[in-house]
C-alpha cells in the first residue's frame, strides 16, 4: 500500500469521491476513468500496489486475464454487450499519469472522438494492447 497513490486509496476505499463497480474478483477493482474516452471507459485497478505495465513480467499474466475479464464483465453488467467493440490496454511509460498499473477498458471503441482515438490508439508507442 502506498498511502500516495491514488489508486491504492480508491482501492481502499478511502476516496470517497469514487464509486467502485461490482467486481467478483477480490483482488481487484474497477471504477469510472474521470476523463473518460468512452462511453464506457472504466479502469481495471489491482488492490495491491503495482508499478506501471512495465513492470509486468511472464507470472502477471493470469492477473493481466483476470483484469480483462473483469473488464467486459463490467462493460456486460452496464448493458453493453458488443464485445467486438472494446477496446483494452496499458498506457506506457512515461504516458501513464499513475504509476499503479491500471488498465482502461472503452467501449465502443468505434466511438472514440478524435483524440481518444490517438491517446488509445492500437500498440502505439504510449499505449499497448
Given amino acids: ?11 481502499r476505499r478511502e476516496e470517497p469521491g469514487t464509486a467502485l463497480l461490482p467486481c467478483e474478483d477480490e483482488d481487484l477493482v474497477c471504477f469510472r476513468d474521470i476523463k473518460p474516452g468512452a462511453p464506457h471507459h472504466y479502469l481495471v485497478v489491482p488492490v495491491k500496489h503495482m508499478g506501471n505495465c512495465k513492470t509486468l513480467k511472464t507470472e502477471h499474466i ?9 473488464g467486459k464483465a463490467v462493460l456486460q453488467k452496464n448493458n453493453f454487450s458488443d464485445l467486438n467493440d472494446v477496446r483494452m490496454g496499458f498506457h506506457w511509460p512515461p ?9 482502461h477498458v472503452l467501449a465502443p471503441a468505434s466511438q472514440l472522438g478524435f483524440l481518444s482515438r490517438i491517446y488509445y490508439r492500437v500498440n502505439s508507442y504510449w499505449f499497448i494492447t
Fill in 62 to 70: 493470469p492477473l493481466v486475464k483476470r483484469m480483462m475479464e473483469v
Fill in 1 to 11: 500500500y502506498d498511502g500516495k497513490c491514488v489508486f491504492c486509496r480508491i482501492a
Fill in 95 to 103: 504516458f501513464c499519469s499513475i504509476a499503479h498499473l491500471h488498465l
